[in-house]
């Protein structure tokens, strides 16, 4: 069981951007593949974005391709979601999962064992 703490999320208007940090402790981040999923207001949590284990291979769902990019620092156990061109319809609480090795459907929430607490993006004029 790892811990993971996101930070970074906040208020911010249409077209502007904001940097999500997943902090990993109690183990190797290199060893997991790390989801960023979302949830807004009596919506089901969807996927978002992942990064696979050891190759940090990157996915994304058709809604933020070209916007959203995923990486990681196994130095410093940190994964991050650089998220621009903000849109209304990004608000949400967003949230990173850890999943040892990589899942082979990355937004199923079902893949991962381990859940940060969540942190609120809002994006609005």
């Known amino acids: 069981q790892v811990q993971l703490v996101e930070s970074g999320g906040g208020l911010v208007q249409p077209g502007g951007s904001l940097r999500l940090s997943c902090a990993l402790s109690?183990?190797?981040?290199?060893?997991?593949?790390i989801g960023w999923f979302r949830q807004a207001p009596g919506k089901e949590r969807e996927g978002v974005s992942c990064?696979?284990?050891?190759?940090?291979?990157?996915f994304y769902a058709d809604s933020v391709k070209g916007r959203f990019t995923t990486s990681r620092d196994n130095d410093n156990a940190t994964v991050y979601l650089q998220m621009n061109s903000l849109e209304p319809g990004d608000t949400a609480v967003y949230y990173c999962?850890?999943?040892?090795?990589?899942?082979?459907?990355?937004?199923?929430?079902?893949?991962?064992?381990?859940w940060g607490q969540g942190t609120q993006v809002t994006v609005s004029s």
């Open positions: 999962a850890a999943a040892l090795g990589t899942p082979s459907i990355w937004a199923l929430t079902i893949a991962y064992d381990d």
């Open positions: 109690g183990s190797r981040l290199d060893d997991y593949a």
């Open positions: 990064i696979s284990a050891h190759n940090s291979m990157a």
